[in-house]
């Protein structure tokens, strides 16, 4: 019998704060169940195991980053398209870092495929789009951002960057520069 006032729901928020303030790593059934005030035994009417709690966690940073995303970048083509769609990543980990690190987490082929994973894609190709590139290009294109973008934005959350004194913003703004010049010149010469 489930416990009154714990749904899934509210597990997977929970769960999304403990990866907030603790780290992703730390998303367990008894951090969640201390943080709810339960024994872990009652978060299983709810979860199969410890494993399904960090998939919905990842799965709620996918949807929320999407539908950041898609309000951010809707009307806008280009570089501006490109700042915005970046920015909200940026953000997102900023805001939530554990949420982010989940957004990572793997998953099975049937769940990522019913995730909002496939919408982030689709949304960086129709960015893409603004600079004509055509296949396999495209698709070239779509991994090449994901791994500037969040490598720089991993690598910023890990402190990596905090032994010079240039300001993270203005490095920041050098590679979504490059990043559309290299997208531009790309369009113009694809193969």
Known sequence: MARAGITAERLTRTAAEVADELGFDH??????????????????????????????????????????????????AGKDALTALAGVYRDYARTHPGRYAASRHELDPETAAGSAGPRHSEMLRALLRGYDLPEPGQTDAVRFLGAAIHGYVSLEAA?????????????????IDTLDLALRARSANPA
């Open 27 to 76: 998303v367990t059934g008894s951090a969640v169940a201390r943080r709810l005030g339960v024994k872990e035994p009652s978060l299983y009417a709810h979860i199969r195991n410890a494993r399904e709690l960090k998939v919905r966690v990842a799965l709620l940073a996918l949807q929320e980053m999407a539908d950041q995303t898609a309000t951010a970048i809707a009307g806008r």
């Open 159 to 175: 402190g990596s960057f905090s032994h010079t004194p240039r300001d993270t913003d203005a490095s920041w703004a050098w590679m």
